[in-house]
């Protein structure tokens, strides 16, 4: 499997904690094939300015997290792409658990989501959105999706959306027929999205969007007001 080359695609936009996330990342990574690409929405390269000490290919990018990721995928030169959000932990076997479902499983993949706090409530909202990626298919973003890198090009990849990119690459590449593998290990994410607008504000407005989108068919570049950027 070590064989295998695995680029890991960041998206970023003001990331304040990048320099401890990068540095656990290269940990993780160090005894195989694998790149790691930051991609940062801002132009004056506010994050990737801290990452002159790490081993990774640092681009700079129009706002957006689908053209953000679009444009990582043009610099990357790996077997397997995985879509890393830079608030999420990918288990320590990772390289071993994606090379092998590509090989030999599906080609694209996703884990499930754990959250990292001990509150209650963020126990249902995993076990909801586990079980809408195992029985809908529809893994999200946090979930670091991955796909082999001539299944994403023969998809169509990533569209230029500020929001629902992870969904829209999701729903194309269901289109081959292959089924998407859930695997049963976590990534774990932050809680911190959720805790800055206040949980139940941040599901409701969540699941609002989702309704508008995959219900009414909404164009995503009208939920920009609605959606606020990671920092």
């Given at each position: 499997?070590?064989?295998?080359?695995?680029?890991?695609?960041?998206?970023?936009?003001?990331?304040?904690?990048?320099?401890?996330?990068?540095?656990?990342?290269?940990?993780?990574?160090?005894?195989?094939?694998?790149?790691?690409?930051?991609?940062?929405?801002?132009?004056?390269?506010?994050?990737?300015?801290?990452?002159?000490?790490?081993?990774?290919?640092a681009i700079k990018s129009e706002k957006g997290r689908g053209?953000?990721?679009?444009?990582?995928?043009?610099?990357?030169?790996?077997?397997?792409?995985?879509?890393?959000?830079?608030?999420?932990?990918?288990?320590?076997?990772?390289?071993?658990?994606?090379?092998?479902?590509?090989?030999?499983?599906?080609?694209?993949?996703?884990?499930?989501?754990?959250?990292?706090?001990?509150?209650?409530?963020?126990?249902?909202?995993?076990?909801?959105?586990?079980?809408?990626?195992?029985?809908?298919?529809?893994?999200?973003?946090?979930?670091?999706?991955?796909?082999?890198?001539?299944?994403?090009?023969?998809?169509?990849?990533?569209?230029?959306?500020?929001?629902?990119?992870?969904?829209?690459?999701?729903?194309?590449?269901?289109?081959?027929?292959?089924?998407?593998?859930?695997?049963?290990?976590?990534?774990?994410?932050?809680?911190?999205?959720?805790?800055?607008?206040?949980?139940?504000?941040?599901?409701?407005?969540?699941?609002?969007?989702?309704?508008?989108?995959?219900?009414?068919?909404?164009?995503?570049?009208?939920?920009?007001?609605?959606?606020?950027?990671?920092?």
């Open positions: 499997m070590k064989n295998r080359k695995v680029s890991i695609i960041i998206p970023v936009f003001n990331e304040y904690s990048i320099d401890h996330f990068i540095s656990a990342l290269q940990r993780k990574v160090q005894d195989y094939n694998v790149e790691i690409i930051i991609v940062d929405g801002d132009k004056s390269g506010s994050t990737i300015s801290k990452l002159g000490k790490y081993d990774v290919k053209t953000q990721l679009k444009k990582g995928v043009e610099y990357s030169s790996g077997d397997i792409l995985l879509f890393l959000h830079a608030d999420t932990e990918l288990p320590d076997d990772f390289f071993n658990i994606v090379t092998n479902v590509c090989a030999n499983i599906s080609p694209y993949g996703a884990f499930s989501l754990k959250i990292d706090s001990g509150k209650p409530l963020y126990r249902i909202i995993e076990i909801f959105t586990n079980l809408r990626a195992k029985y809908l298919q529809m893994p999200f973003g946090d979930q670091a999706i991955f796909v082999k890198r001539e299944a994403y090009f023969e998809s169509g990849g990533f569209s230029e959306i500020p929001i629902f990119e992870d969904v829209d690459l999701v729903r194309k590449l269901k289109k081959s027929g292959a089924k998407i593998h859930i695997l049963k290990e976590t990534v774990t994410t932050s809680s911190r999205r959720w805790e800055s607008e206040g949980i139940l504000k941040a599901m409701m407005r969540n699941w609002y969007l989702q309704i508008l989108y995959f219900i009414f068919n909404i164009n995503p570049h009208n939920f920009k007001k609605f959606y606020r950027s990671h920092k």
